[in-house]
């Protein structure tokens, strides 16, 4: 895709289009790490095959026109905007697969989307043929299964994770959050709080059974909201945490009315 700039700097950061804030400031990361001389290239592509869900690829939001102008006000250099066509041929065979990783937290309730998530980045590595790549961590399992395909299929692509980006009352920017009623959307930010109260009692010494159930209590009092999973594991294998002085993972799916939200929080013992 970019024949002629080999040598330079190429950062890419992909995309499912309807850009908010937290894209942006993937975009705004990704300028900086290519410096004056390098390339941003921003992707923007709705991927059919990480959906395990037809009604909710069919009600993801679509904004090409705005998605465009985001682009050009955060400095990216060429914006790559395919049609599913244009991605994968009709008869495709090829399938990727990450056996561990995927097997827990979203990867255990939505079968075969990191499969579609590891498909359509590795296409994109190989048609944009980045020197590096920026993924936000509010996709904490997204970007631990991505840094592990990396490493293992020894792709020359160095991946940089972004810290989440809030809303003021805390809710974790979302191209879903314009589907959350008034009433949802009132509620939504009782996760960040949820996690900032689980985070103190870990450091206070809570165990896992208690972090987590601190998450459930207050989740659940919340009217129309499902659980989907809270779980406290190893932020490095996303499974259990066998010991404590490693850094931990408390990550959260919730449903409010027909909307699945996630979010996350790191968490370490106090010495």
């Given at each position: 895709?970019?024949?002629?700039?080999r040598?330079?700097?190429?950062?890419?950061?992909?995309?499912?289009?309807?850009?908010?804030?937290?894209?942006?400031?993937?975009?705004?990361?990704?300028?900086?790490?290519?410096?004056?001389?390098?390339?941003?290239?921003?992707?923007?592509?709705?991927?059919?095959?990480?959906?395990?869900?037809?009604?909710?690829?069919a009600?993801?939001p679509?904004?090409?026109?705005?998605?465009?102008?985001?682009?050009?006000a955060?400095?990216?250099?060429?914006?790559?905007?395919?049609?599913?066509?244009?991605?994968?041929?009709?008869d495709?065979?090829?399938?990727?697969?990450?056996?561990?990783?995927?097997t827990?937290?979203?990867?255990?309730?939505?079968?075969?989307?990191?499969?579609?998530?590891?498909?359509?980045?590795?296409?994109?590595?190989?048609?944009?043929?980045?020197?590096?790549?920026?993924?936000?961590?509010?996709?904490?399992?997204?970007?631990?299964?991505?840094?592990?395909?990396?490493r293992?299929?020894?792709?020359?692509?160095?991946?940089?994770?972004?810290?989440?980006?809030?809303?003021?009352?805390?809710?974790?920017?979302?191209?879903r959050?314009?589907?959350?009623?008034?009433?949802h959307?009132?509620?939504?930010?009782?996760?960040?709080?949820?996690?900032?109260?689980?985070?103190?009692?870990?450091?206070?010494?809570?165990?896992?059974?208690?972090?987590?159930?601190?998450?459930?209590?207050?989740?659940?009092?919340?009217?129309?909201?499902?659980?989907?999973?809270?779980?406290?594991?190893?932020?490095?294998?996303?499974?259990?945490?066998?010991?404590?002085?490693?850094?931990a993972?408390?990550?959260?799916?919730?449903?409010?009315?027909?909307?699945?939200?996630?979010?996350?929080?790191?968490?370490t013992?106090?010495?």
């Open positions: 895709m970019l024949a002629g700039h040598g330079k700097r190429i950062v890419l950061v992909p995309t499912m289009g309807a850009l908010h804030e937290g894209h942006a400031t993937l975009m705004r990361q990704a300028r900086t790490l290519a410096g004056a001389g390098g390339i941003v290239v921003a992707s923007v592509f709705l991927n059919p095959v990480q959906f395990d869900n037809a009604g909710d690829l009600t993801y679509q904004t090409p026109e705005a998605d465009l102008a985001v682009c050009r955060c400095g990216v250099d060429v914006v790559f905007m395919p049609t599913p066509s244009v991605m994968y041929c009709a495709r065979s090829i399938t990727m697969e990450e056996t561990h990783l995927s827990v937290l979203c990867g255990a309730k939505r079968p075969g989307h990191f499969a579609g998530v590891c498909l359509v980045v590795s296409k994109l590595f190989n048609l944009v043929q980045p020197t590096d790549a920026v993924f936000g961590k509010k996709d904490y399992q997204q970007l631990a299964i991505l840094r592990r395909m990396v293992d299929l020894d792709i020359p692509v160095t991946l940089h994770g972004a810290e989440i980006v809030r809303e003021s009352d805390g809710l974790a920017l979302s191209s959050n314009v589907r959350l009623t008034p009433e959307r009132a509620a939504a930010p009782t996760i960040r709080r949820a996690l900032l109260e689980a985070q103190a009692a870990y450091e206070k010494g809570a165990s896992v059974a208690e972090v987590c159930r601190c998450v459930v209590d207050t989740l659940f009092r919340i009217p129309g909201v499902k659980v989907d999973y809270v779980e406290l594991v190893d932020a490095e294998t996303l499974h259990e945490l066998k010991d404590e002085s490693h850094m993972l408390l990550a959260v799916a919730a449903y409010f009315g027909d909307v699945r939200l996630i979010d996350n929080i790191e968490l013992r106090k010495a």
